[in-house]
């Protein structure tokens, strides 16, 4: 792929990455009780945590999304996005292995968002990858940017 178009379809994708999480972090800013209830579907918090990341994690998506539309610390945000997507990645596959019949809370703070299933655990890997790759792009494009001056 010709150097423009890499560019281009790389500046896509780290906008449709931001999107959605510009859009998952504002529904559950909308309705932090549903969201917390959420979360503690997934029993991997002890309950005193629940509310607290609750209150945390969907300003952290709408923050880290929108840094990556304006292009301001990039490393950081795809950072924390990578680490996101991980913790994500392992709750689905915790209530996949416990077998539970649970809505993710990705982007829906009601019962009628997306079941955990095998359709979700893919999303989640397609993200992890994609955020990975998004990230190590920003790191070798500033190496690069280091080694020409």
Known sequence: ???ETMKWFVLALRWIVALLFIYSGFIKIMNPAAFAEQVDNYRLVPYFLVTLTAAILPWLELFC???LIFGRWLHGALLILVVLNLVFLFAVSSALAQGLDISCGCFSTGNEGTRIGIKKLIENVMLVLV??????????KSQDRLINN
């Open 1 to 3: 792929m010709k150097s």
């Open 65 to 67: 999304g929108l840094l």
């Open 131 to 140: 955020s990975i790759a998004l990230y190590l792009q920003v790191v070798f």
